[in-house]
């Protein structure tokens, strides 16, 4: 049977990509966004695959009860289907800014994003996942080496892991395998758009990156399409870095 899966941030970026990558491998696409993903789903129906969009502000709780109502609505009408087989947890803010300058706000926009979203995303869709569903949180590498001025971005996403693991635990005796993947630098909006944009900041970073270069986003999104296929079946609890080996 055709897997649904659901994807945040699926306007652009890395959530842009993986919608593509997953419908690229026929998987039907729920393209989660703000602003209501519509153009990547254009983009996926043009090329043959399936997609629909919805609204899903990940750090407004109050939103889930109707972002959910829109989801099941959407796939029972699209694809007479009730369930959801894949939850990709990609949205997330940076907060790139030294201790001095961190605020209260700041961080917990930040972990409202990062850490929050993810976690009650998931909860809303619980009931309405499959046994044996697959669920990835977008991390980052970040969250294993250090660099100037990452310490909140870097907490929530360690957060996230923590959050992985203590999930995958406790959705394994439903099958469903819960893993994260951390992405190192790449070239999207991401941070102003310096790991695209800066000539600067490109060079810095692939030399630290034993592939020699910066992330595209195909190269997450393909990783992402590899752990939740059947090849992956045995994996869950895991961190999957995708970075091209920055500052090993
Ligand atoms: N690019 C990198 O170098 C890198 C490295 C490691 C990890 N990551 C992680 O990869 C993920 C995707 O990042 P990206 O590179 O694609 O960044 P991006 O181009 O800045 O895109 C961020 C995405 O998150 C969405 N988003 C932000 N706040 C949201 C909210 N409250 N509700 C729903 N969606 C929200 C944005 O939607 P709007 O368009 O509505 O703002 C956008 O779709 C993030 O979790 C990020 O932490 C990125």
């Known amino acids: 049977m055709t897997r649904i899966a659901l994807v945040t941030g699926a306007n652009r970026g890395l959530g842009r990509a993986t919608a593509l990558a997953l419908a690229r491998n026929r998987i039907r696409v729920v393209a ?50 009730s369930t959801l087989d894949v939850l990709v947890n990609n949205a997330g803010v940076g907060l790139f800014a030294p201790l001095g300058d961190v605020t209260a706000e700041d961080f917990d926009a930040t972990f409202a994003v990062n850490v929050r979203g993810p976690l009650f995303v998931t909860q809303a ?15 980052s590498s970040l969250s294993r080496h250090v660099s100037p001025a990452t310490s909140v971005y870097a907490a929530s996403k360690k957060a996230l892991e923590a959050l992985t693991r203590s999930l995958a635990l406790e ?11 951390a992405p190192g630098p790449t070239a999207t909006d991401f941070n102003g758009g310096a790991m695209r944009d800066s000539d600067a900041m490109r060079e810095a970073l692939s030399e630290q990156t034993a592939l020699g270069r910066v992330g595209d ?7 992402i399409s590899a752990l939740v296929s059947h090849e992956f079946r045995w994996a869950t609890g895991e961190r999957i870095e995708v970075s091209g080996g920055v500052l090993l």
């Open 125 to 139: 869709f619980l009931p309405h996942l499959s046994d044996g569903a697959r669920i990835v949180n977008v991390s």
């Open 171 to 181: 959705l394994g005796p439903r099958g469903i395998r819960v893993n994260s993947i």
């Open 32 to 81: 989660a966004s703000r602003g209501g993903a519509s153009e990547v789903v254009d983009e996926i129906v043009e090329s043959g695959g399936e997609a629909i969009a919805i609204q899903l502000d990940v750090a407004d709780l109050p939103s889930l009860e109707a972002a959910r109502g829109a989801v099941l609505a959407g796939i029972r009408q699209e694809w007479n289907a």
């Open 217 to 223: 986003p195909d190269d997450i999104a393909d990783a």
